[in-house]
């Protein structure tokens, strides 16, 4: 397993801009069905992917079937780096055959002034005639390019592990 710790923006690297007139716009919405925090909220997409989800804020461990924001957010950085890498691969010639990502936030804090202090992301996956330093750096390239496009701040400490299984 490869590890390093990256900065949301790194130093001398030139970061693609998007197309000005490319914009995308995703929604989803959130009801409480008792006092918030307390008690559950209920998530849902406008694009009807999946029905109404519930939610819930615990102080520790979560509540079975309910999420919870900390694992929502935790999916969509592992979305972001998985689709990254992906197209990154794709693009390159070098198609991925399985692309697996796992991601952990660290918030410090009580709700009200919770604070999301550590993103922990691990990727792996099995790419047919690439070496791991090529791997390595394709994840890094993802890395920067999900962390932007989620928005992470410049000081979010960041952890991205790596490591290509046999194809």
Do not use: Y
């Not at 694992?71 to 998985?82: D, P, Q, R, S, Y």
């Amino acid at each position: 397993m490869l590890q390093s710790s990256m900065s949301p923006r790194l130093a001398g690297q030139n970061a693609s801009v998007p197309q000005a007139d490319v914009r995308v716009v995703r929604r989803g919405r959130v009801s409480w069905l008792t006092h918030p925090p307390s008690g559950t909220a209920r998530i849902e997409s406008a694009s009807n992917a999946f029905g109404a989800l519930p939610v819930t804020f615990p102080e520790k461990d979560p509540v079975p079937k309910e999420a919870t924001p900390g694992e929502l957010l935790a999916i969509a950085h592992a979305l972001f780096i998985a689709a990254a890498l992906s197209e990154g691969l794709a693009v390159a010639g070098s198609p991925a055959n399985e692309i697996v990502t796992e991601a952990a936030c660290t918030f410090a804090g009580p709700f009200p002034d919770r604070e999301l202090i550590a993103l922990e992301l691990q990727v792996s996956g099995r790419v047919p005639g690439l070496d791991s330093a090529s791997f390595r750096s394709a994840v890094q390239s993802a890395g920067r390019r999900s962390l932007r496009a989620a928005g992470v701040r410049d000081d979010l400490k960041c952890v991205l592990q790596s490591t290509l299984e046999p194809a």
